[in-house]
């Protein structure tokens, strides 16, 4: 198939791409993108977390089919406007939200749809957010913490 959709602000138009190929399959082994992690497969853990259309999607589940003439953000879309780190991923820093680093990518592509449709999340609805984002190392608390003095940060700015 012809495949033609934008992924991370770029047109990107492709040839002879099954149908059936998943979306993580094509970012990670046609792309070279591989922010987005290859987990458990089976849509549970998060870590292949991409935003399609800015709703968060599981790219181990979506067929390529699927994103034709839509927009794709993964972890690499994600940056500051000067190209660097975002507010987000500085706040996972900042916070020790990140410890070995594989559910980094689908944690922040979580948060970020989060904070997108709800820029003032509760610590309550941050959690809800993150549900289906497994993390062995960090036990949450950083992350929840980092994503939620992110949003005071924004709603900051917003308000100047």
């Known amino acids: 198939m012809h495949l033609t959709f934008t992924l991370n602000g770029e047109t990107i138009h492709l040839d002879d791409i099954p149908e059936d ?36 999607t599981r790219a181990c589940r979506t067929k390529v089919a699927d994103i034709a003439e839509h927009t794709v953000t993964t972890i690499e879309g994600i940056r500051g406007t000067d190209g660097g780190l975002s507010d987000l991923q500085q706040g996972f820093l900042t916070y020790g939200a990140v410890q070995c680093g594989f559910c980094t990518p689908g944690m922040l592509i979580a948060a970020e749809a989060l904070l997108r449709q709800n820029p003032s999340p509760s610590r309550t609805e941050i959690r809800r957010a993150l549900n289906g984002n497994l993390c062995r190392c960090t036990g949450y608390q950083q992350i929840v913490d980092a994503i939620e003095a992110v949003a005071r940060e924004r709603n900051a700015r917003q308000a100047k």
């Open 21 to 56: 190929m998943l979306l993580v399959t094509l970012l990670r082994e046609k792309l070279a993108l591989t922010g987005t992690k290859r987990g458990c497969e089976s849509g549970a853990c998060g870590a292949c977390s991409v935003l399609v259309d800015d709703r968060l």
